[in-house]
């Protein structure tokens, strides 16, 4: 398991921010799950809290719903942004999603007070599109993936405020490890293999500040904004979503 692993003399970390259980697994979600540290500026995470901040202390923090998938939470949908956000924002789209690509909107914007966190959950690929991306403020944290099927297999992302972390299926151009070969020239491409995707074989979580390690290095969970933006589901138009849960 991934927390034993932080111990084991075989985890790999490739680069500072990236951990995983084994090469294979490093370089099977090399491009499904990525980590872009220093994505803001130090003046554009400042315009991110300014402007969510009084939105968020409208609401109370939610607590120990049995079933719930985050604990500590508060959380807001967001679509009008000033015209500084709008353009973080489209530098996220740039970034992560592909141009035939359509976002979810409005944002979802996650706040975790100091002891909160988010338990392990695959997203439901009727709230999730193939891709979600996070821009992650105030406070670092570690998010956990771990392989549904085989829970030796984990990576870890150590996500610094200010960094941008993309989930996403492989490109269309790998083809699965399993069959370990490309397909037949003249078979039908699969838009893309699930064996390694990040968003669909592994589940994710952010670690509570008890257990937030990233290898040996203690990684202190103090209250943490994210900020993610998700792609709209396979086949569905904009308008056609009911309201997604808070940690999809
Ligand atoms: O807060 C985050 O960055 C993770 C959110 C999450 O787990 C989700 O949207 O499925």
């Known amino acids: ?40 500026s130090a003046a554009e995470e400042e315009t991110l809290s300014r402007e969510l901040e009084p939105e968020l202390r409208r609401r109370r923090y939610e607590y120990d719903h049995w079933d719930a998938a985050i604990h500590g939470f508060r959380e807001t949908e967001k679509s009008r942004w000033s015209e500084a956000s709008r353009a973080i924002l489209q530098r996220v789209q740039a970034a992560a999603f592909s141009p035939g690509q359509t976002l979810l909107s409005p944002v979802h914007v996650l706040d975790l007070e100091p002891r909160g966190y988010i338990k392990p959950h695959v997203d439901s690929i009727k709230f999730c599109g193939a891709t979600i991306a996070g821009l992650s403020l105030l406070s670092p944290s570690v998010m956990r993936l771990v392989h549904t099927q085989e829970p030796g297999e984990w990576l870890e992302l150590l996500l610094e405020p200010g960094s941008l972390y993309i989930l996403s299926p492989p490109s269309r151009h790998e083809h699965s490890p399993v ?8 078979q039908p491409q699969p838009v893309f293999s699930c064996r390694g995707s990040a968003r669909y074989d592994f589940s994710h979580e952010i670690l509570r500040d008890e257990e937030s390690f990233f290898g040996a290095r203690r990684v202190p969970r ?11 589901p396979e086949g569905m138009r904009p308008g056609e979503l009911g309201q997604p849960p808070p940690a999809c």
């Open 1 to 40: 398991m991934a927390g034993s692993g932080r111990l084991a003399l075989g985890a790999l970390q490739v680069p500072g921010w990236v951990r995983g259980s084994s090469p294979a697994v490093l370089s099977r979600l090399r491009d499904a799950a990525v980590v872009r540290p220093g994505f803001l």
């Open 222 to 232: 103090g209250r943490r904004i994210s900020v993610i933006c998700r792609s709209l």
């Open 179 to 186: 069959a370990g070969r490309p397909p037949h020239p003249t």
